[in-house]
Antibody, heavy 124, light 106 residues
Framework: QVQLQESGPGLVKPSQTLSLTCTVS??????????WSWIRQPAGKGLEWIGR?????????EYNPSLKSRVSISADTSNNKFSLTVTSVTAADTAVYYC??????????????WGKGTTVTVSS | SFELTQPPSVSVSPGQTASIACSGD??????ISWYRQKPGQSPVLVIY???TRPSGIPERFSGSNSGNTATLTISGTQTLDEADYFC?????????FGGGTKLTVL
């Protein structure tokens, strides 16, 4: 059974850097058939895709154009984890952050396993 | 930029059929996924590739996609189906979510 678990600080000060980690169990982050993704959701609002990482293809990354200048996703293959970094955070970055596994499909990819989410608040 | 539009809310009586629409430019040329999110929980995939159910998702969930509109259909809706539902498609290498539809079963 594949499980994903987010971890990281729940409170970040404005202008600082937010760093979160997703620990994967039951699968390998080096899988050829999966990307690893981050999604966020402000309280009471919809889902916003942040980006994804394909470790197998030389850690190929793809990001939401609206966030691309401030975000980075990377992997720690030794510990089967992947991470998200968001720089220069503001209150608008306050949200529940989810990590998810993205199944590479012959037609179109889909997010088939999600973590439980971790709440991040940006405040001084 | 590519956008997906969903109605904010849909209501249905128990046992009836619920239909949740998702619209976008030439959406029928893309594949749609649908996610269910209950309060305080993370999203769960209920439909992918327009009309394929993952294992563990009841047969009453189905999907279609044509023209500019994709539809999630829940037949014989149960009270436990009450949740927020999000559609999602890929715009080249970017995942785009609809704003979500709150399904009320009453």
């Amino acid at each position: 059974q594949v499980q994903l678990q987010e971890s990281g600080p729940g409170l970040v000060k404005p202008s600082q850097t937010l760093s979160l980690t997703c620990t994967v169990s039951g699968d390998s982050v080096t899988s050829a058939t999966h990307y690893w993704s981050w999604i966020r959701q402000p309280a009471g609002k919809g889902l916003e895709w942040i980006g994804r990482l394909h470790v197998y293809t030389s850690e190929r990354t793809e990001y939401n154009p609206s966030l691309k200048s401030r975000v980075s996703i990377s992997a720690d293959t030794s510990n089967n984890k992947f991470s998200l970094t968001v720089t220069s955070v503001t209150a608008a970055d306050t949200a529940v952050y989810y990590c998810a596994r993205v199944r590479v499909s012959g037609t179109e990819d889909y997010m088939d396993v999600w973590g439980k989410g971790t709440t991040v608040t940006v405040s001084s | 930029s590519f956008e997906l539009t969903q109605p904010p809310s849909v209501s249905v009586s128990p046992g009836q059929t619920a239909s949740i629409a998702c619209s976008g430019d030439k959406l029928g040329s893309k594949y749609i996924s649908w996610y269910r999110q209950k309060p305080g929980q993370s999203p769960v995939l209920v439909i992918y590739e327009d009309n394929t159910r993952p294992s563990g998702i009841p047969e009453r969930f189905s999907g279609s996609n044509s023209g500019n509109t994709a539809t999630l259909t829940i037949s014989g809706t149960q009270t436990l189906d009450e949740a927020d539902y999000f559609c999602q498609a890929w715009d080249r290498t970017t995942a785009v979510f609809g704003g979500g539809t709150k399904l009320t079963v009453l």
